[in-house]
């Protein structure tokens, strides 16, 4: 399938179909923590007085979780990684206006079968 040096497949289940799994590396993780942009606050105010998507904030989330899962699969590729299976999402409040993003997973190697 992958060569070293090659991307890091993700899955959200336990296993590849039509793969097997030869080598279990144990638990990988990344993280970051953001905070709120005041301009985003301004904005999100307004919506909450006038309803619809607070769109700055998703584009937050959206650019954390692509950093969280970056990081998560830098990890894997450094133990050796070519696939991550069981790829979780955790959020985690730090301070007033700062969450922390977290993407983890079980690292692990795959072969076609």
């Given at each position: 399938?992958?060569?070293r040096n090659k991307?890091?497949?993700?899955?959200?289940?336990?296993?590849f179909p039509g793969?097997?799994?030869?080598?279990?590396?144990?638990l990988v993780q990344?993280?970051?923590?953001?905070?709120?942009?005041?301009?985003?606050?301004?904005?999100?105010?307004?919506?909450?007085?006038?309803?619809?998507?607070?769109?700055?904030?998703?584009?937050?989330?959206?650019?954390?979780?692509?950093?969280?899962?970056?990081?998560?699969?830098?990890?894997?590729?450094?133990?050796?990684?070519?696939?991550?299976?069981?790829?979780?999402?955790?959020?985690?409040?730090?301070?007033?206006?700062?969450?922390?993003?977290?993407?983890?997973?079980?690292?692990?190697?795959?072969?076609?079968?």
């Amino acid at each position: 399938m992958q060569g070293r040096n090659k991307s890091v497949s993700l899955s959200n289940i336990e296993s590849f179909p039509g793969y097997t799994i030869t080598k279990h590396l144990g638990l990988v993780q990344g993280s970051t923590v953001r905070s709120k942009h005041l301009g985003r606050d301004m904005m999100a105010g307004l919506k909450n007085i006038f309803g619809g998507e607070l769109k700055g904030y998703t584009e937050l989330l959206v650019e954390s979780r692509q950093e969280a899962t970056d990081r998560m699969i830098a990890q894997a590729k450094a133990v050796g990684a070519n696939a991550v299976i069981n790829v979780r999402f955790g959020t985690a409040n730090i301070a007033a206006g700062a969450a922390e993003i977290l993407a983890y997973g079980t690292a692990v190697v795959i072969e076609a079968q």
